[in-house]
């Protein structure tokens, strides 16, 4: 028996039961997120304290089933049976069962009950099922199970200490009461015997002895997980013996029927003999609310308003904030720049590093808020509601309502959204969803859009002062992606991804209060995400950005201005000689640029951007943030801090004031549009490809999304660039 | 249910809101008919219609679920109904969960 540090319990249940609730609850603080190698599925583990010593809980995504049909549930199964890489033999399953509706929940627990590992049933929910007169006698409960149930409300921290306490005996005790599980008819029990007895004859091929309940899984479920994984690593050898063990059981019915039978049969023997429950189901409040919010007049009018009102809120929400974040900056850059002796040195901290690293902290106000939307949505219940009324118009571009979750989601970050492909079935439903999910203006492009937005759309009030242009301007830019996104994903799944319209099928969880641990600590591992990413990939990005743009730095023009600066000192008054100082500060800094390595990068490109209206500086910032998007604000901080104005102008100030050579204003509205246009519909963001790659293990489909949305952004900037300069706007 | 009512098999989706049916089977063996056979459309179980649409939205035990019209056809259920000449109204199958 191997000996290790600690003990792993893996936490599993349907979703909505208050899964991660509890882990919140059993671990605090101290849980970390990660990756399951190879996968986007996240992995979140944190630490249980014990009264002696301590264990990993493992939090697994949620399933009514082991038989696994999305990458999630198989996560799931995989962990369970020991043979997810990357992850622990498991110790102990923690189930977290919803009192309310026991019969549901017990087909998992049927499942577990026939693995070899101890199981603890967390009994959740209990004050709802009071509520709706589910009387459960817990001794006859546990009795009938046959394993030991912990009552607990996770949401209000009751019974936690005593669950404790219990997997701390059974971890201890290692050893699972056996309680018979549901019965199989005779027949079924004899295929699954003569298939567990073929796939031990080559236990040596596949490396390990497959237990029964994996058989049973490769048996029943058709083409599924567990067959194909045994099937390719034997080369197909057993495949013949499979279908003729799965023909002679066909007449008795669908194998899933069967399966479904027995366990529900056993299921109703626990409940009849434990349970109370009331004839009727009464309407609950969540029946009343659903009445206006799925109803398609109201329920969509309702939809289309909470998302308006989230965008204002965030528009709104973070201007102070972001006033403070700014004028902060502009102080320490002040600080610095007077406290280090001037050069390099002091240009690198302060020109490179500080404005760079500030003018995206600037934006985490809104990047906050708008994860603190959906984290709420998602958490009061709205977000499956969501997914009904959008199911009608997803179905129509070939995808389901499913995948308007992760879609909403990228709104934050892409990186997310495609983790949360996960819950989608199907491949090549998943791939599309992937690759139209950058589409969705993510939190690193609101940089661009808030800076420009400020800077050159007018704040004119709209409909009676409920709105403004630039609240609308920016819902524009958002409903531009959208609108992108519906008919490439028709087009992908009519072309390259061709396949039948996924089925749709998604719980609608009662509503209910957001838990507020549960919401914050989604905020901050989201905010942390982000800021981490600042903090190092667009310092880096920053540093670099500076050098191409303070290098090579001409001794003959540095000689020139100190000749110019000799001949100030002999002017008369303080004042005049600071006034022509600053003046030549600027004029030098502004000829040192022109003759950089990013001055010759950008010249280069020009003649391809120039129809976008744009100039070389322009083009050379939107090619130094194909890492990591918001790297275009700090790009552009650094080239206007350091070209013509180095005062401590405020940020939008240097934007506004900018000209191109010959005096006429760089960034006019059709301008800004363009940039923004672009920004929108480009794929920029090297993190998101990478993730691309993992969730399709091929370079393919990031190189295709790239060039796809690089060509379609293009053509967007082109056509809202022409557009604009004919209809006159911004004068 | 009485001799003089007769049965009528219908899928989900010929139901209309407000209908409470029971569950007589589900067709098929595809992966959404395991699915549906799993959250609990087994022979015996009751349903409620709750929205009407497509896709729709019905009650299995205490939980919604909406489904489409497609995965809904697959759910076989069973209304009684009165033979012509009778004046009962139309009753439904008694709960059996």
Redesign the interface.
Known sequence: MQKRSHSTIAIVGNPNVGKSTLFNALTGLSQITGNYPGVTVERKVGKLRLREGAAHIIDLPGAYSLAARSPDEMIVADVLLGQQAGENPIDCVLVVVDATNLERNLYLVSQLCEFDIPIVVALNMMDLAERAQVFIDLDAFQRELGVPVVPVQANKNAGIARLKDVLEETLRAGRRSRKPGPVYPPDLASELDGLLDALHRHALQLGRRIPRIEAFRILVDQGGHAEKRVIRALDGALQSELTLRRSRLGAAGALSAIEARCRYAWIRGIIAASVQKPARHAVTFSDRLDKALTNRFTGGIIFLALMAGVFQAIYNGAAPVMFVIDRTFAAISQFVSSWLPSGAMNSLIVDGVIAGVGSVLIFLPQILILSLFIALLEDCGYMARAAFIMDRLFSKCGLSGQCFIPLLSSFACAIPGIMATRIIPERRDRITTILVAPLMSCSARLPVYTVLIAAFIPNTPLVGGLMGLQGVTLLGLYLLGIAVAAPTAWLLKRTLLRGETPPFLLELPAYKTPQLRTVLLRVWSQGLEFLLRAGTVICAISIIVWALGYFPRSSEVRDKYDAMRMSAAALPTADEREAVLARLDRAENSEHLHNSYFARMGHAIEPFVRPLGWDWRIGMATLASFPAREVIVSTLGTLFNLSDDAEETGFLDSLRRAQRTGGAPLFTVPVALSIMVFFALCCQCGATLVMIYRETKTWRWPTFAFVYMTALAYAGAWIIYRIALAAGWGG | MTASDAVLELTLRDCVAGDDVAVV??I??S??????????M??G?TV?I??H???M?V??????????G??AALVLTAISIPLPGQKTACKRLP?E?
């Open positions: 089977d589900v098929g063996d992966a959404v008919a395991a699915r549906l056979r799993e959250i609990g087994v022979p179980a409620r709750v929205h649409g497509n896709p939205i009650q299995l035990g205490n939980t919604r679920f909406c489904l489409r497609n995965e709960n969960a």
